[in-house]
C-alpha cells in the first residue's frame, strides 16, 4: 500500500526554495486525492524586532501584509490546479519552533514540506538552520525541497537572475 499524506505543511517566506516546495507540495496533494490539504504558514520571527531600539508595530504589518500578499497568491494558484482544501496561518515567535512542533499537532500535520536553506556554513553555525531543525526535531515526516518540478536541481541566484535577462 502507498503511503498518502492527508495534512502537507509548507512553510513560506518568498523564497525560491520556499516556491519550490509549495510547487510540490500541490503535486503530492493531488496525487493524494480529494480529501489531501495543504496548510500554508509564514513565520513572523519575532526575535528578530527585539534588537531594534526604535521598534514600531508598523514593521511587523508591514511584514504581515507582505506575507499575506504573497500567501494569497499562492492558495490561488493551488486552487486553481484542483485542491480544494487549503489555508494559512500567519504566526508568530521562533520559526523552527512553530514548524516543527506547534503546528503538526495542532493541525495533525502528516507531511512538511520545506525548501532547502540558501545559508551558509558560517551562518549555519551562527543562526541555526530552520530545515536542519525541523527535521531532527519534527514528529512527522519532512520532506525538504531541492529540485524542481521535473527533479532538476533548484537554480542557483546568478542562474535565476540570468534566466531573468534574457
Same mark, same amino acid.
Given at each position: 500500500?502507498?503511503?498518502?499524506?492527508? /495534512?502537507?505543511?509548507?512553510?513560506?517566506?518568498?523564497?525560491?526554495?520556499?516556491?519550490?516546495?509549495?510547487?510540490?507540495?500541490?503535486?503530492?496533494?493531488?496525487?493524494?486525492?480529494?480529501?489531501?490539504?495543504?496548510?500554508? +504558514?509564514?513565520?513572523?520571527?519575532?526575535?528578530?524586532?527585539?534588537?531594534?531600539?526604535?521598534?514600531?508595530?508598523?514593521?511587523?504589518? @508591514?511584514?504581515?501584509?507582505?506575507?499575506?500578499? !504573497? &500567501?494569497?497568491?499562492?492558495?490561488?494558484?493551488?486552487? @486553481?490546479?484542483? &485542491?480544494?482544501?487549503?489555508?494559512?496561518? &500567519?504566526?508568530?515567535?521562533?520559526?523552527?519552533?512553530? &514548524?516543527?512542533?506547534?503546528?503538526?499537532?495542532?493541525?495533525?500535520?502528516?507531511?512538511?514540506?520545506?525548501?532547502? !536553506?540558501?545559508?551558509?556554513?558560517?551562518?549555519?553555525?551562527? +543562526?541555526?538552520?530552520? !530545515?536542519?531543525?525541523?527535521?531532527?526535531?519534527?514528529?512527522?515526516?519532512?520532506?525538504?525541497?531541492?529540485?524542481?518540478?521535473? /527533479?532538476?536541481?533548484?537554480?542557483?541566484?546568478?542562474?535565476?537572475?540570468?534566466?531573468? /535577462?534574457?
Amino acid at each position: 500500500m502507498l503511503q498518502t499524506y492527508q /495534512n502537507i505543511l509548507v512553510p513560506v517566506d518568498g523564497s525560491y526554495e520556499a516556491e519550490l516546495a509549495f510547487k510540490k507540495a500541490v503535486s503530492v496533494a493531488k496525487r493524494n486525492g480529494e480529501n489531501s490539504s495543504i496548510h500554508l +504558514v509564514h513565520v513572523v520571527d519575532t526575535r528578530a524586532f527585539q534588537n531594534i531600539s526604535s521598534f514600531d508595530t508598523a514593521m511587523v504589518e @508591514e511584514v504581515t501584509a507582505t506575507a499575506k500578499k !504573497t &500567501i494569497e497568491g499562492y492558495i490561488k494558484e493551488a486552487k @486553481e490546479s484542483g &485542491i480544494k482544501n487549503v489555508d494559512y496561518s &500567519i504566526e508568530y515567535g521562533a520559526p523552527k519552533v512553530v &514548524i516543527a512542533k506547534d503546528l503538526p499537532q495542532e493541525k495533525d500535520i502528516d507531511l512538511i514540506m520545506i525548501g532547502a !536553506t540558501g545559508l551558509n556554513a558560517v551562518e549555519r553555525v551562527l +543562526v541555526g538552520s530552520v !530545515t536542519e531543525y525541523v527535521t531532527r526535531n519534527s514528529k512527522c515526516d519532512v520532506l525538504v525541497v531541492r529540485t524542481d518540478l521535473e /527533479n532538476k536541481p533548484a537554480l542557483s541566484k546568478e542562474q535565476r537572475a540570468a534566466q531573468e /535577462n534574457d
